[in-house]
Structures are given as structure tokens and as C-alpha cells.
């Protein structure tokens, strides 16, 4: 009798150590972020960025010559508030389109339904005096008179095209200078709460509207506020208010 009882409980433990693992587990989906431009409903890329002619909010009809911009810290936040946070950065020379794609080298989630974050350029600790050598050969430094780290973006054209009084802007973004040696962090913290769901391996598009620079919630007047802007604290704080529009969820890709 003790036999029979000690043969049942062997089998039982075998049929336990048996069960299929993925019964109780989730699926892992690896994740890719590809960024596309547009002014409004016009799609901007390296064939018409330096061709396009657009106007902004506040009138004024305006080219552009460069676009050059860096993102951090992505994070995929679950439906159960669990953060899925991936390593590096994005570098986005809008003239390259080999930069619109970011792909982190470590990146399996669950699937499930996700929103997305990240930082507009860096946060105050990753943003550090030369301690990127792909952002130091893109001659990418903030000044060390106006805060020091990277800038988070470079955004060159001319204004007023359709007249003969033409002028330069450069939009130029990053930490914000108060006065002498007193500096403020700038970055922004971008939250996108439309419903991403992850079903397999995906490929997340990251939509940038470039004409909401200009807009929302400050109307630019180049005519004001064209050049130079890095030192201009007012102009700086403006930038980091209306960063917040510019990003949207595209489509997702499987």
C-alpha cells in the first residue's frame, strides 16, 4: 500500500515538472520607433526639406534648411502602470533618413496595450559635458556659457521668403540661461497617452508635426524671435511649452 501511495505522488510530481511553460507566460515582442516629419498634412523628408515653402501660425512664409533634434529615455507604460524602459538615445538629422529609425539593442516586452514617454533632448543627468563622442562629431555641445550638455535641437531656415526682405532664423533649443553662471534645465518630459497594442514584433511610428514648433500654445513671431535664441531664457521657456505638441502616435506596423 505505502508502494502504491509513494508511485502515485512520483507521477504527480512528473506531470507537474512537465506542464508547458508557456501556459502561464506572456509573449515577448522586440519594439522599433521610426520617426516621420511633417508640416502639418505635408510629409517632410531629405527631398523636400530644403524645398519646401510653408507658413506658420503667426504668417510668415518660411524655408527650411536644416533639422536636427535628439530624444531619450523611451518608456512603454502598461495598462497595469508596469514602465518598460530602454537604453540610448536618438540622434534625427531630418536631411538622413538612415536617422529615423531607433532600435534598442535590449527591448523584448510583454505584449499588451502600451502608451509611450520620453524626454525631449536629455534630463539633467544624462545631459553632460562631452560624454557622447557620436554627439561631439556632430558638433552637437551646448555652450558652456549657457548651461553646458547637447542641444536638443537645431532648427535653421529664412523667413519671410515671398518678400525681398528675406531674414535667417535659427530655432535652437536646450538648457535655459537665467543669468551669469545660473542656468535652468529645459528638457521636456513627452507624454503620449493614445493606446499603442503590441501584439507581435513591432515597429512604433513616432509622428513630429514641425509646424506646432510655431504654434501651441505660443504663436513665434520670427519677426521677433528669430536669431539668436540660445542665450534668450523667455525664448528657451517658450520652446520647451510647445515642444509639447509636436509629437503624435502614427501607425503601428507588425
Known amino acids: 500500500m505505502k508502494r502504491t501511495i509513494l508511485l502515485l505522488i512520483l507521477a504527480s510530481l512528473s506531470f507537474a515538472c512537465h506542464e508547458d511553460p508557456d501556459d502561464n507566460t506572456t509573449p515577448l515582442a522586440s519594439i522599433a520607433f ?6 502639418d498634412d505635408t510629409l517632410i ?14 504668417g510668415e512664409v518660411i524655408s527650411m534648411s536644416r533639422i536636427r533634434y ?20 536618438k540622434f534625427t538629422d531630418v536631411s538622413d533618413e538612415t536617422t529615423y529609425n531607433f532600435t534598442p539593442e535590449i527591448n523584448n516586452i510583454p ?6 514617454r520620453f524626454i525631449w533632448g536629455f534630463n539633467e543627468a544624462d545631459n553632460m559635458d562631452g560624454a557622447y563622442q557620436d554627439l561631439n ?34 530655432y535652437h533649443n536646450g538648457t535655459a540661461r537665467v ?55 523667455d525664448a528657451q521657456k517658450m520652446m520647451q511649452e510647445n515642444v509639447m505638441s509636436v509629437f503624435t502616435i502614427g501607425e503601428i506596423s507588425f
Open 179 to 233: 543669468s551669469d553662471g545660473v542656468f535652468e534645465q529645459n528638457f521636456a518630459v513627452i507624454n503620449l497617452d493614445t493606446p499603442i497594442l503590441i501584439s507581435s514584433d513591432a515597429s512604433i511610428e513616432v509622428k513630429m508635426n514641425i509646424a506646432e514648433f510655431f504654434k501651441n500654445p505660443n504663436t513665434w513671431d520670427l519677426n521677433v524671435l528669430d536669431t539668436p535664441l540660445m542665450p534668450n531664457y
Open 137 to 170: 562629431t556632430e558638433n552637437w555641445s551646448w555652450p558652456a556659457n549657457l548651461g553646458g550638455g547637447y542641444h536638443f535641437l537645431q532648427f535653421d531656415g529664412m523667413y519671410n521668403v515671398d518678400t525681398t526682405a528675406s531674414s535667417p532664423f535659427n
Open 70 to 89: 535628439l530624444v531619450s529615455r523611451f518608456q512603454l507604460i502598461n495598462t497595469s502602470g508596469d514602465v518598460y524602459t530602454f537604453d540610448g538615445y
Open 111 to 116: 505584449t499588451g496595450t502600451y502608451t509611450l
Open 45 to 58: 523628408n531629405s527631398t523636400n526639406l530644403q524645398t519646401e515653402i510653408v507658413t506658420n501660425e503667426n
Open 34 to 39: 521610426n520617426f516621420t516629419h511633417h508640416w
